[in-house]
């Protein structure tokens, strides 16, 4: 992969990484407009292609840039990717491209915000009971996880001061809990 740093006449700054993001929006958006254009299904097959033409020849010219503003090599099968695939075919593209999609920022924010929440709990659990409940309630509160998939710590983290789990010497259930939600992250 090639190195590339676009600038302009009047300044040095490396512009890349914004034009990077503004061809892959252009070309995230027509996947996007691909994949609602084959979810309308009372679009006759000549009036699908009549719309999905212009975004395939508009697509030639946007995959270019994208693969150009990432330093690797473009292919005349790019289009056709996004065209055949639409979403799928974006993200695909992006990973062979080395471009962080907003999927893939999504996933990354998703998987440091279980891996902020583990930690404070595992910390918390090897505190006394008076003072790591409140941090643990206080990291479930603030976490962006979704409360259903939250549920099962909230609930756990209740019967804590209740005497029903024993502090801290067996919190193996807590720490199964977190075991499973590092493997299955969940929004």
Same mark, same amino acid.
């Given at each position: 992969?090639?190195?590339?740093?676009?600038?302009?006449?009047?300044?040095?700054?490396? !512009?890349? &990484? @914004?034009?990077? %993001?503004?061809?892959?929006?252009?070309?995230?958006?027509? =996947?996007?407009?691909? *994949?609602?254009?084959?979810?309308?299904?009372?679009? &006759? /097959?000549?009036?699908? &292609?009549?719309?999905?033409? #212009?975004?395939?020849? !508009?697509? @030639? *010219?946007?995959?270019?840039? !994208?693969?150009?503003? +990432?330093?690797?090599? @473009? %292919?005349?099968? *790019?289009?056709?990717?996004?065209?055949?695939?639409?979403?799928?075919?974006?993200? %695909?593209?992006?990973?062979?491209?080395?471009?962080?999609?907003? +999927?893939?920022?999504?996933?990354?924010?998703?998987?440091?915000?279980?891996?902020?929440?583990?930690?404070?709990?595992?910390?918390?659990?090897? /505190?006394?009971?008076? =003072?790591?409940? #409140?941090?643990?309630?206080?990291?479930?509160?603030?976490?962006?996880?979704?409360?259903?998939?939250?549920?099962?710590? /909230? /609930?756990?983290?209740?019967?804590?001061? !209740?005497?029903?789990?024993? @502090?801290?010497?067996?919190?193996?259930?807590?720490?199964?809990?977190? +075991? %499973?939600?590092?493997?299955? #992250?969940?929004?």
């Amino acid at each position: 992969m090639r190195k590339t740093k676009i600038t302009t006449t009047d300044s040095d700054l490396d !512009m890349t &990484s @914004w034009c990077q %993001e503004k061809a892959s929006s252009v070309v995230e958006r027509a =996947a996007i407009a691909v *994949d609602k254009l084959r979810a309308v299904s009372t679009l &006759s /097959e000549a009036e699908r &292609s009549a719309v999905l033409n #212009p975004i395939g020849t !508009m697509l @030639w *010219d946007a995959t270019k840039l !994208m693969a150009f503003s +990432a330093g690797t090599e @473009w %292919e005349t099968t *790019d289009r056709d990717l996004i065209v055949e695939k639409g979403q799928e075919g974006f993200e %695909e593209l992006a990973r062979r491209y080395g471009i962080e999609t907003r +999927a893939g920022m999504q996933e990354a924010v998703l998987q440091h915000s279980i891996e902020e929440l583990a930690s404070t709990i595992e910390g918390a659990l090897k /505190e006394e009971r008076w =003072a790591g409940r #409140p941090k643990i309630h206080e990291v479930l509160g603030r976490s962006r996880i979704s409360r259903e998939t939250l549920e099962p710590l /909230e /609930e756990l983290t209740d019967r804590l001061p !209740m005497g029903e789990v024993e @502090w801290p010497a067996d919190y193996a259930e807590m720490q199964t809990l977190l +075991a %499973e939600l590092r493997a299955n #992250p969940e929004p």
